[in-house]
């Protein structure tokens, strides 16, 4: 009850301090914006559909929803022009591994995140958290666990589709699932029974946990398929084949997804024969276990820059010589790249800032993706990859108006990525030049 009271808090304060916070860089409300029409007229149109950066080409908005896309769009008598000269239209960003509840471990450790921040704080900075993440032209992420906050993510996504607080569409993990003994916090008096930063659950217990998971409001079951036993040890597959693959039956049975942390070869096998959706990190990830994973449609998440900012955190300066967790990451990333595996981007974004979700794209380009590509993956592939590529991941009729205007053209200069002019979500301007 404590709990519930101490959120219910956060999120009315919430819904006081930031949308005021905001108000210089957000839209004034409007109860027309359900029937208005726009037209924006950018340089260029990236739709998310063949990777192609269509020069002259319009975009005709109606209400929520996309209307027409091409040269020849033409605006209706009743339509507002938006022109954006210098610009290209991509479709709303989407970010598939992002933890809001978390922020820069350089800030706070990531024990202390779990063990001494309140509740209502840490909703709170959440809030704020994903207000940032939209600005910067994420409109939809996937938070894959609120690491100690409990269901706190529910109440986040609600305030937000309720419009009580500005932010992406959400889809959410809340509590993610571990083998008993083998998360954290750690390094207390073992008889203590110490908050943990996910669920613990084994064997048949593991599907009522993701059965309860998903009563309680998750899109998404994460599974922890590997993980640290003790403090500096090397991380060791943590479940079975066969208990991963009740969790994956259970949650495809109930219409959600799942994604597996690996990192390990073995982690990573046992989670793609398990049947998820996604694995995550994969930082020693084999030419093997990524054409098995091709074979079987598992998407892979690299969270290339985690590796990067945590090492940095540690004292590396970005130059050479790398640290080996940096070269093992790069390693892993090209071959991944040339088995062809399916690719989805998500920077695992909180354990770096909010708001540079973009800091992924950028080092998968620098990985040897090509800029295209990269592109792809973080529209229409993630919503692939997601679940939602009926409604949102391209330009195009029909879609869900979540569109992004960049200064610049990002397949020349992939760091345009980072310079947002404009952002829309569902057809509603929450960033434009004349609110900057």
Request: aromatic share 4%; charged share 20%; with cysteine.
């Given at each position: 009850?404590?709990?519930?009271?101490?959120?219910?808090?956060?999120?009315?304060?919430?819904?006081?301090?930031?949308?005021?916070?905001?108000?210089?860089?957000?839209?004034?409300?409007?109860?027309?914006?359900?029937?208005?029409?726009?037209?924006?007229?950018?340089?260029?149109?990236?739709d998310g559909r063949d990777g192609l950066v269509h020069k002259g080409w319009r975009v005709l908005v109606r209400g929520t929803r996309i209307v027409s896309v091409g040269p020849d769009v033409e605006a209706p008598v009743d339509a507002e022009t938006m022109a954006l000269p210098g610009t290209t239209l991509l479709p709303g960003?989407?970010?598939?591994?992002?933890?809001?509840?978390?922020?820069?471990?350089?800030?706070?450790?990531?024990?202390?995140?779990?063990?001494?921040?309140?509740?209502?704080?840490?909703?709170?900075?959440?809030?704020?958290?994903?207000?940032?993440?939209?600005?910067?032209?994420?409109?939809?992420?996937?938070?894959?666990?609120?690491?100690?906050?409990?269901?706190?993510?529910?109440?986040?996504?609600?305030?937000?589709?309720?419009?009580?607080?500005?932010?992406?569409?959400?889809?959410?993990?809340?509590?993610?699932?571990?083998?008993?003994?083998?998360?954290?916090?750690?390094?207390?008096?073992?008889?203590?029974?110490?908050?943990?930063?996910?669920?613990?659950?084994?064997?048949?217990?593991?599907?009522?946990?993701?059965?309860?998971?998903?009563?309680?409001?998750?899109?998404?079951?994460?599974?922890?398929?590997?993980?640290?036993?003790?403090?500096?040890?090397?991380?060791?597959?943590?479940?079975?084949?066969?208990?991963?693959?009740?969790?994956?039956?259970?949650?495809?049975?109930?219409?959600?997804?799942?994604?597996?942390?690996?990192?390990?070869?073995?982690?990573?096998?046992?989670?793609?024969?398990?049947?998820?959706?996604?694995?995550?990190?994969?930082?020693?990830?084999?030419?093997?276990?990524?054409?098995?994973?091709?074979?079987?449609?598992?998407?892979?998440?690299?969270?290339?820059?985690?590796?990067?900012?945590?090492?940095?955190?540690?004292?590396?300066?970005?130059?050479?010589?790398?640290?080996?967790?940096?070269?093992?990451?790069?390693?892993?990333?090209?071959?991944?790249?040339?088995?062809?595996?399916?690719?989805?981007?998500?920077?695992?974004?909180?354990?770096?800032?909010?708001?540079?979700?973009?800091?992924?794209?950028?080092?998968?380009?620098?990985?040897?993706?090509?800029?295209?590509?990269?592109?792809?993956?973080?529209?229409?592939?993630?919503?692939?990859?997601?679940?939602?590529?009926?409604?949102?991941?391209?330009?195009?009729?029909?879609?869900?108006?979540?569109?992004?205007?960049?200064?610049?053209?990002?397949?020349?200069?992939?760091?345009?990525?980072?310079?947002?002019?404009?952002?829309?979500?569902?057809?509603?301007?929450?960033?434009?030049?004349?609110?900057?």
């Open positions: 009850m404590m709990k519930i009271g101490m959120m219910t808090v956060a999120l009315s304060i919430a819904s006081l301090v930031i949308p005021a916070a905001a108000e210089a860089q957000r839209a004034p409300i409007d109860d027309t914006a359900a029937t208005r029409t726009t037209l924006i007229v950018p340089d260029a149109v990236f960003l989407i970010d598939a591994h992002v933890h809001l509840f978390l922020h820069p471990y350089d800030e706070t450790s990531w024990n202390d995140q779990v063990l001494k921040e309140p509740l209502a704080l840490r909703t709170l900075r959440a809030g704020v958290n994903a207000h940032a993440t939209l600005l910067a032209g994420f409109t939809t992420v996937r938070d894959l666990g609120t690491e100690g906050a409990g269901y706190a993510d529910v109440g986040l996504k609600a305030a937000i589709a309720q419009g009580i607080m500005t932010g992406p569409r959400m889809l959410i993990a809340t509590r993610a699932l571990v083998a008993t003994g083998s998360y954290g916090p750690k390094g207390f008096e073992p008889g203590v029974d110490m908050p943990q930063g996910a669920e613990e659950a084994d064997g048949n217990a593991l599907v009522i946990a993701a059965r309860r998971q998903v009563g309680n409001g998750a899109d998404v079951i994460k599974l922890y398929a590997d993980y640290r036993w003790a403090s500096g040890e090397p991380s060791r597959p943590t479940f079975s084949i066969a208990e991963m693959r009740a969790v994956v039956e259970a949650a495809h049975d109930a219409g959600r997804t799942v994604a597996a942390h690996a990192s390990t070869p073995e982690g990573m096998r046992r989670a793609t024969l398990a049947g998820v959706d996604s694995i995550e990190h994969g930082n020693d990830g084999t030419a093997e276990v990524f054409d098995l994973m091709k074979a079987r449609g598992v998407a892979f998440c690299p969270t290339l820059a985690a590796t990067d900012a945590i090492e940095r955190y540690r004292g590396w300066n970005g130059a050479a010589p790398e640290p080996p967790a940096v070269i093992a990451k790069k390693r892993s990333f090209a071959l991944a790249l040339k088995s062809g595996v399916k690719m989805c981007v998500g920077g695992d974004t909180g354990v770096f800032t909010h708001g540079d979700n973009a800091r992924e794209l950028v080092l998968m380009i620098a990985g040897g993706m090509p800029p295209a590509a990269a592109l792809m993956a973080a529209t229409s592939g993630n919503a692939g990859v997601l679940g939602i590529a009926e409604r949102l991941g391209s330009i195009a009729p029909g879609m869900l108006a979540d569109i992004v205007a960049i200064k610049g053209n990002p397949e020349q200069k992939i760091d345009a990525i980072r310079d947002v002019a404009m952002v829309m979500k569902d057809g509603k301007v929450i960033k434009s030049p004349l609110t900057n």
